[in-house]
Nanobody, 129 residues
Framework: QAHLAESGGGLVQAGDSLRLSCAGS????????MGWFRQAPGLQREFVAA????????IYEDDVKGRFTISRDRAKNTLSLQMVSLKPKHTPIYFC??????????????????????WGQGTQVTVSS
């Protein structure tokens, strides 16, 4: 049974950098679009970034553009999120996700149906001021 597991969260100060990782196991996600989402207590889950099956295409939420970088290693079945200039606005849990969409589909089509995607259990990121 394929699943995803995040790691790398922790406590950092505002302006610091942090790298999150997501490891797939029990199956390959090489054909999946993958992404990162975050959710703080009492708030809605928010899209952060996504990457296409080949790693060529990427999209980002406006607030993290220029600060976060999503990448993947298809051979290792892993996904990463490099975060710089972290802000203390919220202390969300970051989730990685994978969604099997046609290779010809725009990356924006991924994760439209959250229930159809694979989700990890999340990793907490706390940014202090």
């Amino acid at each position: 049974q394929a699943h995803l597991a995040e790691s790398g969260g922790g406590l950092v100060q505002a302006g610091d950098s942090l790298r999150l990782s997501c490891a797939g196991s029990g199956g390959t996600f090489q054909s999946h679009a993958m992404g990162w989402f975050r959710q703080a207590p009492g708030l809605q889950r928010e899209f952060v970034a996504a990457i296409g099956w080949s790693g060529e295409r990427t999209i980002y939420e406006d607030d993290v553009k220029g600060r976060f970088t999503i990448s993947r290693d298809r051979a290792k079945n892993t996904l990463s999120l490099q975060m710089v200039s972290l802000k203390p606005k919220h202390t969300p849990i970051y989730f990685c996700a994978a969604d099997l969409i046609p290779r010809s589909s725009p990356l924006t089509e991924a994760f439209k149906d959250a229930n159809s995607a694979y989700w990890g259990q999340g990793t907490q990121v706390t940014v202090s001021s």
